[in-house]
């Protein structure tokens, strides 16, 4: 079963920073676009930044300048490397990805449980 797997959240202070991780595990053929989402309670899942497999990437405004969004593809990771966060950055942060079977070679999105991040004022 594929899974995807979020770690690094915590709880910092305004100006820290934090390094998300998300690792791909199972059985899959590949990985084409990943990316980091995050959702407020209220509010919609928003998409933070992404990354495709040749390394292109976008991200929100809100975070330009801040946020830098990593792959590592021999290791089916990505990253997200946080600085001068800020409270409105506090979220559930999802690592999301565009899948394919290594059975049939189809595709599919599959997401992470979320991992909390917390920034105090």
């Known amino acids: 079963q594929v899974q995807l797997v979020e770690s690094g959240g915590g709880l910092v202070q305004a100006g820290g920073s934090l390094r998300l991780s998300c690792a791909v595990s199972?059985?899959?053929?590949?990985?084409?676009?990943m990316g980091w989402y995050r959702q407020v309670p209220g509010k919609q899942r928003e998409l933070v930044a992404a990354?495709?497999?040749?390394?292109?990437?976008n991200y929100a405004d809100s975070v330009k300048g801040r946020f830098t969004i990593s792959r590592d593809n021999a290791k089916n990771s990505m990253y997200l490397q946080m600085n001068s966060l800020k409270p409105e950055d506090t979220a559930v942060y999802y690592c999301?990805?565009?899948?394919?079977?290594?059975?049939?070679?189809?595709?599919?999105?599959?997401w992470g449980q979320g991992t909390q991040v917390i920034v105090s004022s």
């Open positions: 999301n990805a565009d899948l394919i079977d290594a059975v049939y070679g189809t595709t599919f999105t599959s």
């Open positions: 199972g059985i899959i053929f590949g990985i084409n676009t």
């Open positions: 990354i495709t497999r040749g390394g292109s990437t």
